[in-house]
């Protein structure tokens, strides 16, 4: 039992480390190990990579990450005059075909499928892909060049791709600036 400054008792169970000679008192082991990790981090940094997957992120990081990389891009693309801004939505993809992320011109929204993009690395370049149509006008010449090209060989798809890898490390740099 540790007396407390108001006369009470409380029941702290205390160690002694022989090695260092010192008291630690683990009453509360969730907190002690928080502050490890936390001392760890901020030594070492968060541990964010580019090839960290997406699986061992929890919702905020990844938020960050995507809502990081849509600021770059309009940052570095800059942005469309259209009735409705744009937004972007996390989301996981339940059927079709699967696919990164999809732009809807119709709500002006960017779609990134998170259960598709196995890391950081490719949520970053799907967030430039699909940025990059948003800067197109998809709504006017997509379908019409589809009917042409195929989606290989899509002219504003090329576009797309040469942006995300052009794009992407500069992008990543960004975001390790703000998260890591």
């Given at each position: 039992m540790v007396p407390t400054p108001n006369g009470r008792e409380r029941?702290?169970?205390?160690?002694?480390?022989?090695h260092i000679n010192k008291f630690i008192f683990v009453r509360n082991i969730p907190y002690l190990c928080g502050m490890l990790n936390y001392i760890i981090d901020m030594m070492m940094g968060s541990g964010?990579?580019?090839?960290?997957?997406?699986?061992?992120?929890d919702r905020a990081t990844l938020r960050?990450?995507?809502k990081y990389a849509t600021q770059y891009?309009?940052?570095?693309?800059?942005t469309r005059k259209k009735k409705v801004p744009f937004s972007v939505s996390i989301t996981?993809?339940?059927?079709?075909?699967?696919?990164?992320?999809?732009?809807?011109?119709?709500?002006?929204?960017?779609?990134i499928y998170h259960n598709n993009c196995p890391t950081v690395k490719l949520v970053?370049?799907?967030?430039?892909?699909?940025?990059?149509?948003?800067?197109?006008?998809?709504?006017?010449?997509?379908s019409k060049l589809m009917d042409i090209y195929g989606?290989?060989?899509?002219?504003?798809?090329?576009?797309?791709?040469?942006?995300?890898?052009?794009?992407?490390?500069?992008?990543?740099n960004y975001i390790k600036e703000i998260l890591c």
């Open positions: 029941n702290t169970k205390v160690r002694l480390f022989l964010l990579r580019l090839n960290t997957r997406v699986d061992d992120l960050e990450v995507v891009c309009t940052d570095t693309f800059g996981k993809q339940r059927s079709g075909e699967p696919a990164y992320g999809q732009y809807c011109p119709y709500d002006n929204k960017l779609f970053i370049q799907t967030v430039i892909h699909e940025y990059t149509h948003y800067m197109q006008p998809v709504k006017s010449k997509y989606y290989d060989k899509h002219p504003m798809e090329i576009e797309a791709r040469e942006m995300e890898q052009e794009y992407y490390k500069d992008c990543w």
